[in-house]
């Protein structure tokens, strides 16, 4: 195997990607509200790039946010029943997800990580990387339908290509399925109607004061939950006559709990297939845009990941083990992680009162986990802002990796999804890259802010050219 240029050897400029501005240090409570609801990441002050606990005061509650890797680890890996979910934080999504593993707390949700958590192992995801396969293929066949192109919205194509990926996997239908194009069209309008996950943790509004969800909200959840309940009752009449295919939501629908020797209900599972859509796509979409986005600031890191998927897979297609063999791809990918962690905040509260850093924390404070200044933290990070995918094999990355780096969250109620995730992200970045040439447009930098996931402000642009050999246009 020929072994990629290793760029290490030779200094080079350091690349410096977009970061947002911070706000001054000290505002009002509603300057702050007004900040926030514009973006939560340029609405954070810069110490929080240094500190390792601040506090929010509002009238209602007070907010922590944690930096220190000692407090991350209390929270999420030692005592994380004392730490569930904030009830916050999922305001936005109740009609959409119902009670969703990714909303339930205590008995309820451990009961719904034993029934879905072996879909995902690793045995698993073996069994269903083909379909991941073939949606890799035909993202790249339609990049190459915009190669060429003087401007490309990124996003849209990884959208596109991360619901395609969901489909296949769940499902075994694309998504020019006419379902699966139905919904992944419901779930756009929906975002644009709901767009900030974390907002109910920060803004100082009561617990009693009744959420409005606008109509357009309560309306498009409606539709994506009857489309969602006519595949899965498709599917439960396919695993009836014993023709379902062997995939994700077969598994999950047939899968008892060990404990209770139960399945999910029909209603249960529409609740978690809602999930599986929008924590599935949308966060890989968002990773794989900006992992984009750095390959055009980089030409010769393309070149590392190219020169990496020439020498184990070639021409040929890449097999399941040649994905973990492509370790700088997936350096690559997790600095992409990084620097934008396609879920830049998670909120919890605390059931009992705590002691952190010598303040007294009172039950029902929201703590705030934030991967978005954790990986950026100056004094855990050595050159936080650069792009550097070379740092992982460093003593500071490795020991940032352990302590400091939480894209997937961590402990009991880490991402369901990180190892597929992981897979899929290392495929589509590695086979994009074999195939296309990535560059920025000038004038059209782009900007994060934090939507339901870390987002382009106004879009992520890029030029795309096809690679001397590679499918062209007309492909
Ligand atoms: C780059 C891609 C992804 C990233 C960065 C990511 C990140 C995260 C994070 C940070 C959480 C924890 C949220 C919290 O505790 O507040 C989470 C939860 C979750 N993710 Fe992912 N995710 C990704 C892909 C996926 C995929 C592909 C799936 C499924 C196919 C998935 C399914 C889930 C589910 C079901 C939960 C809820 C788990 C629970 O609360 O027990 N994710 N994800």
Not at 7 to 34: C, H
Not at 91 to 99: F, K, V, Y
Not at 262 to 267: D, E
Not at 422 to 439: C, D, H, S, T
Request: with cysteine; net charge positive; proline share 8%.
């Amino acid at each position: 195997m020929r072994s990629p240029v290793d760029a290490s050897q030779n200094a080079r400029p350091p690349i410096v990607p977009p970061k947002p501005p911070a706000r001054a240090d000290r505002v009002g409570l509603l300057t702050y509200a007004r900040l926030f609801r514009r973006d939560i990441l340029s609405a954070q002050p810069a110490r929080l790039y240094r500190a390792w606990m601040a506090a929010f005061r509002t009238p209602f509650f007070r907010s922590y946010l944690i930096n220190q890797p000692e407090l991350i680890q209390t929270v999420l890996k030692d005592r994380p029943d004392d730490f569930p979910k904030s009830g916050r934080v999922g305001e936005g999504l109740r009609p959409l997800l119902g009670a969703s593993v990714f909303l339930t707390n205590g008995d309820e949700w451990k009961r719904q990580r034993r029934i879905i958590d072996p879909a995902f192992e690793g045995g698993r995801l073996k069994q269903i990387f083909p379909a991941m396969l073939a949606a890799s293929e035909a993202a790249v066949a339609r990049m190459g339908q915009a190669a060429g192109q003087s401007e490309v919205e990124i996003e849209e194509i990884t959208s596109f290509a991360a619901a395609d990926v969901i489909f296949r996997t769940l499902f075994s239908i694309p998504i020019e399925d006419q379902v699966a194009a139905r919904v992944f069209h419901e779930f756009r309008l929906y975002q644009r109607t709901q767009p900030i996950l974390n907002l109910a943790a920060f803004v100082p509004l009561p617990r009693w004061m009744p959420r409005l969800f606008r109509r357009d909200t309560r309306r498009t959840a409606a539709s994506i939950r009857r489309l969602i309940t006519g595949l899965t009752d498709d599917r439960m009449a396919a695993i009836k006559t014993g023709t379902a295919p062997d995939d994700l939501a077969t598994k999950i629908m047939t899968t008892p709990d060990p404990e209770t020797g139960q399945t999910f209900t029909p209603a249960e599972m529409v609740d978690q297939v809602a999930i599986f859509f929008l924590a599935g796509h949308e966060t890989s979409a968002s990773a794989l845009a900006w992992a984009l986005y750095l390959m055009a600031m980089d030409s010769e890191t393309q070149a590392r990941i190219r020169a990496e998927a020439d020498a184990i897979w070639g021409e040929d297609t890449p097999t399941f083990s040649d994905i973990s063999k492509a370790k700088f791809t997936r350096d690559v990918f997790r600095e992409a992680l990084r620097l934008y962690p396609p879920v830049p905040m998670m909120v919890r509260e605390n059931s009992c009162p705590e002691r952190f850093r010598d303040r007294d924390i009172d039950p029902g404070s929201q703590i705030v986990l934030s991967p978005w200044h954790l990986h950026r933290h100056n004094r855990l990070w050595e050159r936080p802002d650069e792009f550097d995918p070379d740092r992982w094999k460093t003593p500071n990355g490795k020991a940032c990796q352990r302590d400091a780096f939480i894209p997937f969250s961590a402990g009991s109620r880490v991402c369901t999804g990180a190892g597929f995730a992981m897979i899929e992200g290392v495929l589509l970045l590695a086979r994009l890259v074999q195939a296309y040439q990535f560059e920025l447009v000038p004038d059209r930098p782009a900007m994060p802010v934090a939507h339901l996931t870390v987002r382009g402000k106004d879009g992520i642009w890029l030029k795309v050219r096809a690679r001397d050999g590679a499918p062209g246009p007309e492909s």
